[in-house]
Each structure stands twice: as structure tokens, then as C-alpha cells.
């Protein structure tokens, strides 16, 4: 079936405006994770999502980051007045932890790749 | 909390070569550990898992042992192939925490020569 699919794959903006990021989660899977990709760095975690619920945001880097999920499906990423530090790829990925993949594998999408000019 | 060191790269060899891509790991509780790979203009795919201590995981040719006693889940792979050049990412998610997000190391970037 179809993967993960995340929207616009790339972006560039000017600082100070705003953008959002989306995500399309393989349809079926209760958890959305949104992660982040600095240039020559590690994939830093943002964001979880179960169901509609974000139990742990505890990777927002600042309350200029948000995010959204609706009908158990897509998920939208918001920055606000954006930053040139807020420039990296930015992942999607779902799971389904109680289906058939128990160890929670987690499928990522291609990424949107964000620059803030 | 959960952490993951991973060696640092570029690591460059020459086509059959072995390779080993060491990770080690800190972590409560007792977390599944992972092993991504991105190849050059493509998303992130699971290479290979295990979820307990012993378990090996292996796919492609690639294997990677879960040791307990030693924290690691070093990556391994007999002849490497042109075809392998890519970033390998060492992951853990510890299933205690409820969220079961991604601990990531920092990623080790490949090249195979022909």
C-alpha cells in the first residue's frame, strides 16, 4: 500500500514567515512522529502523536513550533516567524505498535526540506 | 536518558571490503534497537531490528547483534557492494516509555569504491 507521504517536499521561505509542513501517515497507524534533520547533524525528535493526542512534545525546540493531527490522519506541522536555524529536513514517520509490526518499526516519509532564508 | 553514540564517518572502502559500523547505546529499561539506512536522495528505511538482548538482526547481507553486556548493536556486513553507499543511522525506541519515540545516533555516511 502506499507509504508515508509528506508535503511540499521542499521549501524555502524568508525569515519571519510563517509555514506548514505536512504529513500523510500510512493510513491505519495510531502513532505519527515528526522529527527534524539539521544539516550534518542526527534526526532530533519533535513531536508524538497518538491518535489526535500529542502526549509528548517534548522536542518542540520553541512555542514557535506547533502541531496539529486530525481524523487520526494527517498531521500538520506549524513554525511560526521562522529562523535561519530552522532550516533542516523535516521527517514524518507512523506506526501501528499493537499491528503487525509489535516491535514499533517506524515507516518515515521522504522528508519536506525546509530553508529559511 | 536514552542516548545513542554512533562512530563518526565518512568511512570509505574499497568494493568486498568488511565493514563495521559500531553503536553503542545508553538506555532504562530494556529498548528495541534499529538500524536505518538512507540512500543518496531517498527517505529512511529500516535496514534491520531487534527487540531483546541476543537477538540478531539481519537483512541485505547486514547483521547487527543486540549485546546487552557491552550496550551495543554494532553493524556488520561480510563484502560490501557500490551499491551500499549510504548513511547508516543506529536508533533505539525503549518501549517503557509509552511513546516509543526514536533515540537517533548521528548517523555514519558510507562510501563504497569500486
Known amino acids: 500500500g502506499a507509504g508515508v507521504s509528506q508535503s511540499p517536499s521542499n521549501k524555502v521561505t524568508e525569515k519571519g514567515k510563517d509555514v506548514e509542513l505536512r504529513c500523510d501517515p500510512i493510513s491505519g497507524h495510531t502513532a505519527l512522529y515528526w522529527y527534524r534533520q539539521r544539516l550534518g547533524q542526527g534526526l532530533e525528535f519533535l513531536i508524538y502523536f497518538q491518535g489526535n493526542s500529542a502526549p509528548d512534545k517534548s522536542g518542540l525546540p520553541s512555542d514557535r513550533f506547533s502541531a496539529e493531527r486530525t481524523g487520526e490522519s494527517v498531521s500538520t506541522l506549524t513554525i511560526q516567524r521562522t529562523q535561519q536555524e530552522d532550516s533542516a529536513v523535516y521527517l514524518c514517520?507512523?506506526?501501528?505498535?499493537?499491528?503487525?509490526?509489535?516491535?514499533?518499526?517506524?515507516?518515515f516519509g521522504p522528508g519536506t526540506r525546509l530553508t529559511v532564508l | 536518558g536514552n542516548s545513542v553514540t554512533q562512530m563518526e564517518g565518512p568511512v570509505t572502502l574499497s568494493e568486498e571490503a568488511f565493514l563495521t559500523i559500531n553503536c553503542t547505546y545508553t538506555?532504562?529499561?530494556?529498548?528495541?534497537l534499529f538500524w536505518y539506512v538512507q540512500y543518496p536522495g531517498e527517505g529512511l528505511q529500516l535496514l534491520l531490528k531487534a527487540t531483546k538482548a541476543d537477538d540478531k538482526g539481519s537483512n541485505k547481507g547486514f547483521e547487527a547483534t543486540y549485546r546487552k553486556e557491552t550496550t551495543s548493536f554494532h553493524l556488520e556486513k561480510g563484502s560490501v557492494q557500490v551499491s551500499d553507499s549510504a548513511v547508516y543511522f543506529c536508533a533505539l525506541s525503549d518501549p517503557t516509555s509509552g511513546t516509543y519515540k526514536y533515540i537517533f545516533g548521528t548517523g555514519t555516511r558510507l562510501k563504497v569504491l569500486a
Open positions: 538506555a532504562t529499561g530494556y529498548p528495541s
Open positions: 514517520a507512523s506506526s501501528s505498535p499493537t499491528g503487525e509490526h509489535p516491535y514499533n518499526e517506524q515507516f
